[in-house]
């Protein structure tokens, strides 16, 4: 049982729950939109961008990796477009699975040099995606409502302990 608390105390805790919910909802909606807008982009490149073989020159891993928080692969794919420039393209998308691919040395030797495909912008060809590793657009829209609900859901919450906080307190006489 909550021991009773000052009307003050009960405010500044409304207030704090409602600050991390709007929080929460800020954030979910800034990133669902940033994923979804990355996702179209793959989407557009894929559907009407130049496309070009593109090899598999490099495979590191980020361990730090800001938005999962796990290790991911880090490939650079190089591919030359139609008038024979050449561009490189860095791509993370590929989860590091060190149980069941063992180390890093061992298991980047199986994708250097493979050809990949490589839609990329014909105005500005360093802006490419490769096919299969493009952003997914429903992950985009869950990702940005799971958060922006877990937002709304800490809003919610907060209100609902702080009345029922409030209506156990004795009243001023």
């Known amino acids: 049982m909550r021991r009773p608390q000052s009307r003050h105390r009960a405010l500044l805790e409304l207030i704090l729950w409602i600050t991390a919910g709007v929080s929460l909802l800020v954030f979910g909606v800034s990133t669902g939109i940033t994923n979804v807008s990355e996702a179209n982009d793959h989407q557009r490149l894929l559907d009407s961008g130049s496309s070009a073989v593109g090899i598999i020159t490099d495979v590191q891993l980020d361990e730090n990796h800001g938005r999962y928080a796990s290790s991911f692969k880090v490939f650079t794919v190089e591919y030359t477009i139609r008038s024979g420039e050449t561009y490189s393209h860095i791509d993370d998308n590929e989860a590091y699975r060190s149980r069941e691919e063992g180390p890093l040395e061992e298991g980047s030797e199986k994708w250097l040099g493979r050809e990949v495909a490589v839609f990329y912008d014909s105005s500005n060809p360093a802006h490419a995606v490769v096919d299969g590793w493009e952003g997914s657009l429903s992950m985009a829209y869950f990702g940005g ?14 209100v609902w302990m702080q009345k029922h906080a409030l209506r156990e307190m004795p009243q001023p006489a």
Request: aromatic content about 14%.
């Open 145 to 158: 409502f799971f958060l922006g609900a877990m937002g709304i859901g800490t809003v919610a919450l907060g």
